[in-house]
């Protein structure tokens, strides 16, 4: 039965979405709650991502394993998060114009 189109008691229904699962929680990737885990081949590279972490303030489990490939996706996919792009918005039509001319954009550019 779903929680949405419950038909019946309110507080039935009350009690049957407060045992559901929380999928509203926020728990963020890089934090004590959820640390990356990043695979290295040395020493060397453990401490320059050790550096990276901390100029982030990130958490991570770091592996030091010479027989497995090195693996950062999970570092690189925080730090590296595309931003989002902001389009200006087009003018209403019984706006003044972008270009400067001083007509309504309806009259003008449209």
Known sequence: ??????????????????????????????????????????????????????????IANIVVDADQAENISELEIIINKPKTIRFEKTPNRNEPCLCGSGKKYKKCCA
Do not use: C, W, Y
């Open 1 to 58: 039965m779903s929680k949405l189109f419950f038909k019946g008691r309110i507080e039935t229904r009350q009690n049957h979405v407060l045992s559901g699962f929380n999928v509203n929680r926020d728990v963020k990737a890089g934090t004590a709650e959820a640390p990356l885990s990043v695979t290295v081949a040395n020493e060397q590279r453990k401490v320059e991502i050790e550096a990276l972490l901390a100029e982030h303030a990130l």
